[in-house]
């Protein structure tokens, strides 16, 4: 038999998110070359960590229920149940389930070796438009913000 693997992803462990929950399909797979990752996110809640982009690595949004408005530097798309969104390397972004039901979709990206995210946003704490870095505690992540170091968000595992 060929070394076929499959995952039933609704049963997959939570990864920390601002979302309900964000199923990371490909690390389960042992997908090398393309990130894909599944989630449920409820109303207002973003995809994945905040404003960012990659430079060199491409981005697709798929909306499976729901819908996502993705905030781009000159325009807003809003992005329905059946449709999809590209967005190229190096276009900073930032997706937001809107409406009134959760939205689920699917986020693909490669290569998957440059999905190294550069957020900008900016600190609540020294107003700098800055990057985040991140501290594993337990199953959470701990962002910082690179300018001045204080804490801005602590994304946790959705429910199980």
């Given at each position: 038999m060929t070394d076929v693997t499959k995952v039933a992803v609704e049963e997959l462990p939570d990864a920390p998110n601002p979302t309900r929950h964000?199923?990371?399909?490909?690390?389960?797979?042992?997908?090398?070359?393309?990130?894909?990752?599944?989630?449920?996110?409820?109303?207002?809640?973003?995809?994945?960590?905040g404003t960012h982009r990659h430079p060199d690595h491409e981005e697709l949004f798929?909306?499976?229920?729901?819908?996502?408005?993705?905030?781009?530097?000159?325009?807003?798309?809003?992005?329905?149940?059946?449709?999809?969104?590209?967005?190229?390397?190096?276009t900073t972004n930032l997706a937001r389930a809107t409406g009134e039901v959760p939205t689920?979709?699917?986020?693909?990206?490669?290569?998957?070796?440059?999905?190294?995210?550069?957020i900008t946003e900016e600190c609540p704490s020294c107003g700098e438009e800055s990057d985040r870095s991140y501290e594993v505690d337990g199953d959470d992540y701990v962002l910082s913000c690179t300018a001045c170091g204080e804490v801005v968000d602590r994304l946790t595992p959705g429910p199980e």
């Open positions: 964000k199923k990371e399909v490909d690390e389960a797979l042992g997908v090398t070359e393309f990130g894909f990752n599944y989630y449920v996110a409820d109303p207002g809640e973003r995809l994945p960590w798929y909306v499976l229920e729901g819908a996502l408005e993705v905030e781009l530097a000159d325009d807003v798309l809003v992005v329905h149940a059946g449709e999809a969104v590209f967005v190229p390397p190096d689920r979709a699917v986020a693909v990206g490669a290569p998957k070796e440059t999905d190294g995210a550069i």
